[in-house]
């Protein structure tokens, strides 16, 4: 179902979009921090009445937002006054965005406790970074047995990880695709506008390594991100030739890059979290897990990758690599984050799949 967008600014239909969308349902806050659950306490004479947990301020304008089975509806509100945690506001506009929901799910924890999954063995790309930083020498001894392994085979090498840089040009292009640069000869390649990648590469990832772009003599570079089981890259493997390269050099760095990673397993340098969280509802796409404890929202950063466990009864636990969507902040306390799925491996998926099947 393609996506459609619907702006409606008419007032006279306000009180009948408030009666149809937010009568009943939850309604959100998005924050910084994550998302507040509201109360809609009614829409009267041109305005509308929301209380708001536990917050005596809010801007001069919020959005607040609500869901159906197909929609999500986002109103614009101007705030005119509040008493307490009650707050009066001017609706400004609905927007309301049509897209199919991603994947049916599946509630859990029943009160007979036959549905109830966790996740645990958590990873996140906060873990990675400080397991690096904690275990210096033995990414230093990768580094050297890299570079000798290398030696005298290409001109220039870098090996960077996460942990050391925060505004690296190909750690950040790394982050967002998984996939290797490959470029076997500037000098001979003329760019056009149908050339998206190489474009790409000249414009954001060359242009932007001042230490390259100002050695012209460079024309051919391989960089292989080094990835943490298939899902969170954490390092890369990058080098140049002033002589164009090969599909051989591109094997050359990805069979390195494997190595690494696989070093680093077999040294046990990544440990995961022993705490495990509760499973609210499950699809094919996604998950949502919930807890209290403020303290373990470090391991779920909005649009950060993680990699799970996730324990199925009856069923071996199957390696998840999933993205944090969303944090929603509930007034009991709870604390529910959505989490999409963005890889699993082809047994995985189907001892999944098979799960979800039976709880339908």
């Known amino acids: 179902m393609a996506e459609t967008i619907k702006t409606i ?25 994550g998302d507040l659950i509201l109360q809609f306490l009614g829409y009267h004479d041109g305005n509308v009445a929301f209380r708001i947990p536990r917050v005596k301020n809010v801007p001069d304008t919020i959005v607040v937002y609500t869901r159906d089975k197909v929609s999500i509806i986002y109103v614009s509100l101007k705030v005119l006054e509040n008493n307490e945690d009650t707050f009066i506001f001017t609706p400004l506009k609905f927007q309301i965005i049509t897209e199919q929901r991603k994947g049916e799910r599946v509630e859990l924890g029943t009160s007979e406790n036959k549905n109830i999954v966790y996740i645990g063995n958590i990873i996140s790309e906060g873990i990675l970074k400080t397991s690096l930083d904690g275990n210096e020498k033995k990414v230093n ?25 925060t505004i690296d040009v190909r750690m950040k292009h790394f982050m967002k695709h998984s996939t290797p640069l490959y470029v076997q000869d500037m000098s001979t390649r003329i760019p056009s506008k149908e050339d998206v990648e190489f474009n790409f590469y000249i414009n954001e990832i060359h242009a932007r390594d001042f230490k390259l772009s ?12 080094i990835i943490y089981k298939n ?76 990699v799970s466990d996730i324990m199925l009864p009856d069923v071996d636990n199957i390696t998840l690599g999933v993205t944090v969507n969303n944090t929603v902040f509930n007034e009991n306390g709870i604390i529910k984050i959505g989490l999409e799925i963005v890889n699993i491996d082809e047994i995985g998926k189907v001892k999944f799949e098979k799960y979800l099947q039976r709880m339908k």
Not at 9 to 33: H, I, M, N, P, R
């Open 214 to 225: 100002g050695q012209s003599e460079f024309i051919s570079e391989v960089s292989v991100p």
């Open 231 to 306: 899902s969170i890259p954490y390092g890369y493997i990058e080098v140049n030739n002033t002589k164009p390269m090969t599909d051989g050099h591109l094997a050359v760095i990805k069979k390195i890059s494997l190595m690494v990673n696989e070093f680093f397993l077999k040294e046990k340098i990544f440990v995961p979290i022993q705490d495990k969280f509760l499973v609210a509802n499950i699809s094919d796409k996604g998950l949502a897990i919930v807890f209290k404890d403020r303290r373990q929202l470090r391991y779920f950063i909005q649009n950060s990758y993680v």
């Open 9 to 33: 600014s008419d007032a006279s239909q306000f009180q009948e979009l408030f009666k149809q969308y937010f009568t009943g349902t939850e309604v959100y806050l998005k924050t910084k921090s």
């Open 141 to 165: 001894l990768i580094r050297d047995m890299i570079t000798q392994d290398l030696k005298g085979k290409f001109e220039r090498l870098k090996i960077v990880f996460s942990n050391e840089t």
